[in-house]
């Protein structure tokens, strides 16, 4: 078996993203149990930060230091990253002294290229492309609120083309739900994960049309992290795709709202459904800990067994 990463969602298999899935909701129940469960004892997980973060930085060191494990928080600021030593040699150094790296960075590519002379599991915290450990934690929550998602029907409202959408899209096609994606011209979603999903996911020009009957409404930011100079031009372009409570009317009646965070109130949604009683955005913010949680035993078990 070769190494195990986790740089987009569709590095498991269905049958693996449904393990880690039920793995998620039974660590959250230990927990609130007051069950002690330390499997990382002795374990290190180094966390790269080229970009911001609130959710991602807590829920990855509170999630080892329950485990019994320690992390670490690189940033290019005070590491010879940002003076440019070179990716590949940071992988290798790095992979010889920790169990389990965590990046979170721009460029796809530089994630590929560090997982590729990493010695240990690499995981994607955010990069422009994928986010996979948010989906990880968004699909745990509906399936908490409303059971499971298979052949139920997601709406994307807002920026086709960014990272959220890209792992909507494939955990879409893993998952067995059809996503309906309104976005506008110039913002869809990259060709290549869009066609790898074949009708799974599917672009609906018309909000209204998109929102109709569906099971789930999801945004996210119209600008998200690099792309600040572009932000006044997203927020006209933008505008007609907010979610807002008449395109929430025009959902299922058992419709939840998700949102990643941060959010922008007033831009992509308005506080009456993000603060209303639909959105489930604060058990999806907290269930970042749980899920990933049940990520790095996944991966971590699949490298024992490759060693055994
Ligand atoms: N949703 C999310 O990844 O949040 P952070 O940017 O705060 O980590
Ligand atoms: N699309 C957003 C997600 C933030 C968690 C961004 O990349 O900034």
Known sequence: MSMRHFLTLRDLSPAELRQILARSIELKAMLKAGERHTP????????????????????????????????????????????????????????????????????????????????????????????????????????????????????????????????????????????????????RPDAGILAAVGDAAQIVADPQEAVRGADLIVTDVWTSMGQEEEAAERRLILAPYQVNGALMARAGPEAVFMHCLPAHRGEEVTAEVIDGPQSVVWDEAENRLHAQKALMEFLLGAQAAERM
């Open 40 to 187: 990382f004892v002795g374990k290190t997980l180094a966390m790269i930060f080229d970009k911001s973060s609130t959710r991602t930085r807590v829920s990855f060191e509170v999630g080892m230091a329950q485990f019994g494990g320690h992390s670490l928080f690189l940033s290019p600021r005070d590491t010879q990253l940002g003076r440019g030593e070179p990716i590949e040699d940071t992988a290798r150094v790095l992979s010889r002294m920790v169990d389990l790296v965590m990046i979170r960075t721009f460029a796809h590519e530089k994630l590929e290229t560090f997982a590729a002379h990493s010695r240990v599991p690499v995981i994607n915290g955010l990069t422009d492309l994928h986010h996979p450990c948010q989906l990880l934690a968004d699909l745990m929550t509906y399936m908490e609120q409303r059971g499971d998602p298979a052949g139920r029907v997601v709406a994307y409202l807002g920026d086709g083309a960014n990272n959220m959408a890209h792992s909507w899209i494939e955990a879409a096609s893993l998952m067995g739900f059809t996503l309906r994606i309104s976005t506008p011209e110039g913002y």
